[in-house]
């Protein structure tokens, strides 16, 4: 395991343990971190973010032998799904041990569990001793961090420790698999597609609605500036509803100069595209634009965690 400085780490042992909050780094996005045997630590995450009460976090282990501590009933295919896949960014939602707070699960009778790949987390998870929550580490609804400087951006001097760990692997949240009801579902796309999951399962599993989870919201990853998926058919028609500055995120379109045009390339690649997209939308956002857009990426399954992300962060 990478060596990390060992006082920082401590520092947020400590943090942890007096009931207040870390930020830490996984491979998928930055975490906002606390004790999830404690609720009115819980409470502050939540009143910090503007998160619901009702909307459940996932609790973040360090290790496959603490699962049973916080679920039960596990089937065998979500067993198989954490050996493989786990440290890596899936999470399994199953049913709950009876301790397991209300205010981690949203008040449901399941919850959401994962080990993260991040070194420097797994080691603080581990020196602390008991699972962490590990809500996205920025405001409600917005784009989430992906650096140590997106996180200060988003709440300055509130959180007193910030575990820098460089940017983040995957950069979009986790694959969430609904284990919690008779027949399971992928609630959230992420990296982990629906074959290579099914193939490990043991049968087909596909999205669907299972159990509230996190990031499943109409509108959610939304940069502060309006933001639309756009196709090369319609760009010039929408460019011309849209006066003032705009921002493109493109792939493949072609632009005529346009001076109050401003294009940002993207990545052609799925897992490429994904690493970029947070740190580029906040870029684009601090543009100042009257819009953002999107050129819409292709539709097959390599892209489901993006189209996800994106359909989302230009809700109306």
Partial sequence: MVEYNTKLIETAV???ERG???AFPTETVYGLGADAANAEAIGRVYALKGRPADH???VHLDSLDKLECWAANIPQAAWRLAEHFWPGPMTLILPKQPQVLPQVTGGQDSVGLRIPAHPLTRRLIAEFGRGIIGPSANR???VSPTTAQHVRSDFGDSIPCILDGGPCQVGVESTIIDFSHPQPVIVRPGMLSASAISQLAGFPIKYGQGSRAPGTLK???SPHSPARLVTE???NEVLEGYPGQV???AQTLKVSTVERLRVLPMPQQAQA???ELYGMLRYADSLNPTIILIEEPPQDEAWAAVHDRLKRSAAQ
């Fill in 14 to 16: 400590r943090e942890l």
């Fill in 20 to 22: 207040g909050m870390v």
């Fill in 56 to 58: 459940p976090s996932i």
């Fill in 140 to 142: 409600f609804s917005h």
């Fill in 219 to 221: 509108k959610h990853y």
């Fill in 233 to 235: 058919a319609h760009l």
């Fill in 247 to 249: 921002v493109l995120l």
């Fill in 273 to 275: 595209y994904a690493h």
